[in-house]
């Protein structure tokens, strides 16, 4: 079992910047490939972005690309969502999580663990 919690989130004008902590309670972290997702009100929950084990291998939805930075400190149990020139539509819960399925899995249901959400709020 694997217990996810997030912090980070708040409210943000449109251009700056907030960072998002994911802390990883229970099994080797380190055993995991770790994701970020986000849900907007009325909307599905969509993939964000990604990162391997060792940290190797981001990848980022194509809205995220070049604004958004996932990292991992597997001797903190922590993943980071670094995101940058936020903009009124990245407004959503964003939620943590966590597979062992294999890497580079973007589908939601492939994944076993996941937080509780921090909300993003980016205003105009």
């Known amino acids: 079992q694997v217990q996810l919690v997030e912090s980070g989130g708040g409210l943000v004008q449109a251009g700056g910047s907030l960072r998002l902590s994911c802390v990883a309670y229970?099994?080797?972290?380190?055993?995991?490939?770790m994701g970020w997702f986000r849900q907007a009100p009325g909307k599905e929950r969509e993939f964000v972005a990604l990162i391997g084990w060792s940290g190797a291998g981001p990848h980022y939805a194509d809205s995220v690309k070049g604004r958004f930075t996932i990292s991992r400190d597997n001797a903190k149990n922590t993943v980071l969502l670094q995101m940058n020139s936020l903009k009124p539509e990245d407004t959503a819960v964003y939620y943590c999580?966590?597979?062992?399925?294999?890497?580079?899995?973007?589908?939601?249901?492939?994944?076993?663990?996941w937080g509780q959400g921090t909300q993003v709020t980016v205003s105009s």
């Open positions: 229970g099994r080797t972290f380190n055993n995991y490939v």
């Open positions: 999580a966590a597979t062992d399925r294999g890497w580079g899995l973007i589908q939601s249901g492939l994944y076993d663990y």
